[in-house]
T-cell receptor
């Protein structure tokens, strides 16, 4: 049962343009969502997050949008740079429970290539 | 400040063998979580250790076990290795059970 899905295995965009990475989830109990970036031979690095009480969060070139009714989130990167080329994972968790372990449920990842 | 480190980087084992992977948490972190990332998939939660005790477990069989030491470093042990155990094993440390997780570079395990 894949609770978090990233249906696009790969995405290619031109430098300077917008990159949009999508993620869908099925568990309505998730209340916190994160995006991680992963380069080869490195562990995932936290990029940006959003709580379920918000519908948008911005950090520099990165913006995450959350549509709870559609159980969908997206990551926008504007403008895209060649250094953004990496695998991007969305992840979800439940923070508002007493036995919270911070267990992250990850999607399969989307490989972003930004061409110069 | 030293980040999360894992050893070894790569490991090759044969089916039926046992393996131990190691993780040193980031300074000040008392919680370690382990994840398995199969090829083409996202990381899957194996278990978490908080103050030397298991604190939550994913859908993995008992042959996956772990330890956390007083200095908060951790080990992941896998017995009776199977071919499907071939994966990247990631360790993440955090200030608390639900805190932001910082990942190490992983150990690539190949089971032949």
């Amino acid at each position: 049962d894949q609770q978090v899905k990233q249906n696009s295995p790969s995405l290619s965009v031109q430098e300077g343009r917008i990159s949009i990475l999508n993620c869908d989830y099925t568990n309505s109990m998730f209340d916190y969502f994160l995006w991680y970036k992963k380069y080869p031979a490195e562990g995932p690095t936290f990029l940006i997050s959003i709580s379920s009480i918000k519908d948008k969060n911005e950090d520099g070139r990165f913006t995450v949008f959350l549509n709870k009714s559609a159980k969908h989130l997206s990551l926008h990167i504007v403008p895209s740079q060649p250094g953004d080329s990496a695998v991007y994972f969305c992840a979800a968790t439940r923070r508002t429970i007493s036995s919270n372990t911070g267990k992250l449920i990850f999607g399969q990842g989307t490989t972003l290539q930004v061409k110069p | 400040e030293t980040g999360v480190t894992q050893s070894p980087t790569h490991l090759i084992k044969t089916r039926g063998q046992q393996v131990t992977l190691r993780c040193s948490s980031q300074s000040g972190h008392n919680t370690v979580s382990w994840y398995q990332q199969a090829l083409g998939q996202g990381p899957q939660f194996i278990f978490q250790y908080y103050r030397e005790e298991e604190n939550g477990r994913g859908n993995f069989p008992p042959r996956f076990s772990g330890l956390q030491f007083p200095n908060y470093s951790s080990e992941l042990n896998v017995n009776a290795l199977e071919l499907d155990d071939s994966a990247l094993y990631l360790c993440a440390s955090s200030f608390s059970q639900g805190g932001e997780q910082f990942f190490g570079p992983g150990t690539r395990l190949t089971v032949l």
